[in-house]
């Protein structure tokens, strides 16, 4: 499968943002889809996973309250809608799919394909 990333870009703190990643071929819903983020300097993090359109999902404990993830198996896009961004939030996110797993992890070495990346910056 091939997953491409998007909307990403700059936004004030306290703001919000939708990523999207559109995934290519016919088994979309069948697969955990996850989304991670790596700042400079730091090593990729785990946000966000969901399994069965939102029947299971998992989120990392700085995100909670702020993120969510949905997806839409008709158009093979999973979304990360961001709000009350706070500048720490800022790095490079990154869409991640598997179908070797029956629910959501935060492990990346779980998943098996990845978006390119998109930028989301928040400033002060």
């Known amino acids: 499968v091939q997953l491409q990333a998007y909307g990403g870009g700059l936004v004030q703190a306290g703001g919000s943002l939708r990523l999207s990643c559109a995934a290519s071929?016919?088994?979309?819903?069948?697969?955990?889809m996850g989304w991670f983020r790596q700042a400079p300097g730091k090593e990729r993090e785990f946000v966000a996973a969901d399994y069965m359109s939102g029947g299971m999902t998992y989120y990392a404990d700085s995100v909670k309250g702020r993120f969510t993830i949905s997806r839409d198996n008709a158009k093979n896009t999973v979304y990360l809608q961001m709000n009350s961004l706070k500048p720490e939030d800022t790095a490079v996110y990154y869409c991640?799919?598997?179908?070797?797993?029956?629910?959501?992890?935060?492990?990346?070495?779980?998943?098996?394909?990845w978006g390119q990346g998109t930028q989301v910056t928040v400033s002060s």
């Open positions: 991640a799919a598997t179908l070797r797993l029956g629910s959501p992890s935060p492990r990346s070495y779980q998943y098996d394909y």
């Open positions: 071929g016919r088994t979309f819903s069948s697969y955990v």
